[in-house]
């Protein structure tokens, strides 16, 4: 073996040491585990979609002790779940805000299994733009993609750049293939809601919709290039949407000046920053083009 790669091999394995310091598993049942990530002291930040209850959750810490953790909170939209434990007292996770990582660019994600210690995997970053969001609607800035394929036991885990510090948590939920890095930026604002909320709160507008495709002569009478918007197929009963005089049948075109082309575009504009503003909205009714403005409801909690 090269010099260069011994040399590489070290480097990589010393990268991997360090981050397993601040590297949990996370437990629910009697076999199996993913990976957390100690963020701060006493904090846990692990993928949502892997922690299978709210109830009896367990971690093994970086020194092997088996400790009890408590759920503060869960953002599907996210993928992130946060963890109280008081025993998590190792430093928190050198995190960075990824602005030097550039397609090509090497990634290791690193976790950590219930019985057998530090579990790594090797790739590179395959994409990176200032802003994307999952199908869930959620934003990430910036949107990272990997081209690692992460065992169930590092889901969870933390996403290590070239210089060792985390660019963010890998999960493999909003990605076809590879995985994804919910960024740094995006872990520490959904950890401060929920250790101070208990939840992240959502916008609303109450109505259930699908996606449908425009004819061409509608197109063109609009001067509307997408060939996709959003019809509404139900309506709740004193909703946002309810009160503002949208019907069933009525077909979103654009919402807060930005065309709707996938329900993502309506989810979007339903951060916790949209909630109790009056949100402009275009819909055809009839093939005809009508304005109307919807004021943004609170999704109440444990609501689909």
């Known amino acids: ?31 199996g585990s993913s990976s957390g990530v100690i963020w701060r002291r006493g904090v846990i930040v692990t993928a949502e979609h892997a922690l299978r209850r709210d109830e009896d959750i367990q971690v093994t810490l970086p020194d092997g002790r088996v400790v009890a953790a408590s759920l503060a909170g869960r953002d599907a939209s996210t993928d992130l779940a946060v963890l109280k434990c008081a025993e998590a007292t190792s430093p928190g996770a050198e995190a960075t805000d990824a602005a030097s990582i550039k397609p090509g660019s090497l990634a290791l994600v690193v976790g950590r299994t219930r019985a057998s210690g530090p579990v790594a995997a090797l790739g590179a970053v395959s994409l990176v733009v200032a802003e994307g969001r999952a199908w869930t609607g959620a934003a990430l800035a910036p949107y990272i993609r990997l081209d690692i394929g992460v065992q169930p036991t590092a889901i969870g885990g933390a996403v290590i750049e070239a210089q060792g510090r985390v660019i963010g948590i890998a999960t493999p939920r909003f990605a076809r293939f590879g995985s994804i890095a919910v960024p740094a930026t995006t872990v520490n604002r959904v950890v401060d809601v929920l250790l101070q909320k208990g939840r992240i709160p959502r916008g609303y507008l109450g109505v259930g919709l699908q996606p449908v495709r ?36 009525d077909i979103f075109v654009a919402l807060a000046g930005q ?4 329900l993502e575009d309506v989810h979007g504009q339903l951060g916790a920053e949209s909630i109790g503003k009056s949100l402009p909205l275009k819909f055809l009714r009839g093939g005809a083009l009508q304005e109307a403005s919807i004021v943004v409801g609170e999704r109440a909690q444990g609501a689909a």
């Open 259 to 262: 065309a709707v082309t996938r």
């Open 1 to 31: 073996m090269s010099a260069e790669l011994v040399a590489l091999s070290n480097a990589l394995a010393l990268a991997t040491d360090r981050a397993a310091a601040s590297a949990v598993a996370v437990h629910t049942e009697p076999r």
């Open 214 to 249: 425009l004819p061409d002569a509608l197109r063109r009478t609009l001067k509307r290039d997408d060939k996709t918007a959003a019809i509404v197929l139900e309506v709740e009963p004193e909703g946002p949407a309810h009160k503002a005089g949208i019907l069933i049948g």
